[in-house]
């Protein structure tokens, strides 16, 4: 079992930056392959970034490619999300999640565990 706990989120300007984190329980983060997702009113949940479980390889939503950036500190069992340049289209509740897959990592399915998601408002 793994619980996952966000932080982080908030209200800032358009073209600032948040840093989100999450924190996980258990011994075994490591092997877990680790995803942020998002969810705007009325929208349904995407996809926003990726990374696997030793840190080496990320992955990211065209949308947000260039601006936010994803890692992990194994020894702290904990995922970040720097998001730069922020916009209000990036508004929406954002969601970590762990998987046992390191394929796939766009689909909700292939995702074991689920944090409570941390809000982030970009005002215009």
């Known amino acids: 079992q793994v619980q996952l706990v966000e932080s982080g989120g908030g209200l800032v300007q358009a073209g600032g930056s948040l840093r989100l984190s999450c924190a996980a329980s258990g011994r075994t983060f490591r092997t877990y392959t680790m995803g942020w997702f998002r969810q705007a009113p009325g929208k349904e949940r995407e996809f926003v970034s990726g990374?696997?479980?030793?840190?080496?390889?990320?992955y990211y939503t065209d949308s947000v490619k260039g601006r936010f950036t994803v890692s992990r500190d194994n020894a702290k069992n904990t995922v970040y999300l720097q998001m730069n340049s922020l916009k209000s289209e990036d508004t929406a509740v954002y969601y970590c999640?762990?998987?046992?897959?390191?394929?796939?990592?766009?689909?909700?399915?292939?995702?074991?565990?689920w944090g409570q998601g941390t809000q982030v408002t970009v005002s215009s």
């Open positions: 990374i696997v479980g030793s840190g080496d390889t990320t």
């Open positions: 999640a762990a998987s046992r897959y390191s394929t796939g990592l766009i689909i909700l399915s292939r995702y074991d565990y």
